[in-house]
């Protein structure tokens, strides 16, 4: 399963069995974050049936559980924290998906090209974590046939205070955890140039909800 190097994002040396655990414990109880159930509708709404899914920094797997009780065909999942692939495949096998669901753990960056094109890719609150922003999304792109759903922080100024106090408290407790505000213009950009048009989810206090649709007429990735 540790198939692939870890990633630059710090994550995996922050998050283990606890927190993957306690994240898992409160999804049963209370479902998807509101952020991600927005994605999960607004995904659901452009037509899921037996659609492929591929999901990056899919944490405990969410996204994919949702999708595939609404229909997908499956999903495969890709996590730089091993904890949270360890317990997303266990509760995969719970749910009896466990033919449906494949889960690896690595940098998405670098294993890009070893996942099959999917028709739908997510990226939930994955991007403020990653320094290279236009490596993660335009590999992102790549691999998506019809849509890319993403979820990141807006650009605001309390956003930004909590960025620099984040970046300040990891300095002195020597932690490599950072939360990145790439500019959404730039998200954006990349996209656009990759073929896809945006549509505006939903935003919160903190996160904006994003989907891309691939242009009508654009050359889609296609398997191999
Ligand atoms: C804040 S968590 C979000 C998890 C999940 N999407 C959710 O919303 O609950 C970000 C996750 O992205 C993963 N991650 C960050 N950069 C990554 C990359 N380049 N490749 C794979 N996983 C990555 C981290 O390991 C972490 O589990």
Known sequence: MNDGPTC???????FGTRE???DLKR??????DSTTKALIEAIVAEGIEGATLLDIGGGIGAIAFELLEAGAASAQSVDATEAYVTVELQEAARRGFAERVTARVGDF???A?????ADVVTLDKVVCCYLDMPALVSRAAERARRLVGIVF???????????????TWSWLTRSPVRWRLHPP??????FVGAGFERHEVSRDLIWRVVLYRRRIGEVTPTNG
């Open 153 to 167: 922080p807006r650009e605001t100024w309390w956003n930004r205070i909590a960025a620099r106090l984040i970046d």
């Open 27 to 32: 999804y049963r109880r209370k479902g998807p």
């Open 113 to 117: 090209p070893e996942f099959e094109p």
């Open 109 to 111: 960056v670098a294993l």
């Open 8 to 14: 630059d994002c710090g994550c995996a040396n922050v």
């Open 185 to 190: 213009a730039d998200i954006d950009r990349v």
């Open 20 to 22: 993957a655990e306690a």
